[in-house]
Each structure stands twice: as structure tokens, then as C-alpha cells.
């Protein structure tokens, strides 16, 4: 049973934008926060963005400004539209359910890649 698929990605170049879509299975999805991560190649996973089931939003500080996280309950998906790409933000980006502590909820999902040229 697949818990997680993420999708949206592609080749951009900087200043660009893209939107990424997450479908989650409603044991992870429902009530509980949602985030997004990315990975780098030769770099830890690191937490982008999360949106409460409420609809509380967190960024890291690297995309503030730029990157926006939403959800929609009815759908079981989450979004992330990012803005003012830059080569930086390039990674594999994925996305899981969060609890306290920093723990995921499901197994991960394939990610989808971003890349952004210069």
C-alpha cells in the first residue's frame, strides 16, 4: 500500500517557480501535521516546511519568503509552491507526516526532483 507519493518536480531555471503535490494516505494525512523535506546529494534530509491540520505554517529560514506550504483535508494532499527558485534549493524533495520530536509518520515516498539551473 502506498502511503506516499510526491510529484511536481522538474528542471527550472533560478528566479523560476514550481508546485509540488503530495498524496498521503489518511492514516498519515488526517489530524496530524504535514511537512515537506529535501535532500541534497551528499547531505542529510533536512525539514523545508510544515502545516498543522489547522493550518499553522513553519519554514526553514532558507526559504522563507519564497517557499509556501498549504494543504487541502478533503484530498488528503499537500502542496508546496515555491517561488524565487535558486540553485541552491536544487534536492530531492519529499514529503511525510510529523510528530513531536521530529519523528515521521509512513515510510518515504520516491520524492520528486528539483533542480535549478543557474
Known amino acids: 500500500q502506498v502511503q506516499l507519493v510526491e510529484s511536481g518536480g522538474g528542471l527550472v531555471q533560478a528566479g523560476g517557480s514550481l508546485r509540488l503535490s503530495c498524496a498521503a494516505s489518511?492514516?498519515?494525512?488526517?489530524?496530524?501535521?504535514m511537512a515537506w523535506y529535501r535532500q541534497a546529494p551528499g547531505k542529510q534530509r533536512d525539514l523545508v516546511a510544515s502545516?498543522?491540520?489547522?493550518?499553522?505554517?513553519n519554514y526553514a529560514d532558507s526559504v522563507k519568503g519564497r517557499f509556501t506550504i498549504s494543504r487541502d483535508n478533503a484530498k488528503n494532499t499537500v502542496y508546496l509552491q515555491m517561488n524565487s527558485l535558486k540553485p541552491e534549493d536544487t534536492a530531492v524533495y519529499y514529503c511525510n507526516g510529523r510528530v513531536v520530536g521530529g519523528l515521521v509518520l509512513g515510510s518515504w515516498g520516491q520524492g520528486t526532483q528539483v533542480t535549478v539551473s543557474s
Open positions: 502545516i498543522t491540520s489547522g493550518g499553522s505554517t
Open positions: 489518511g492514516s498519515i494525512f488526517s489530524g496530524n501535521t
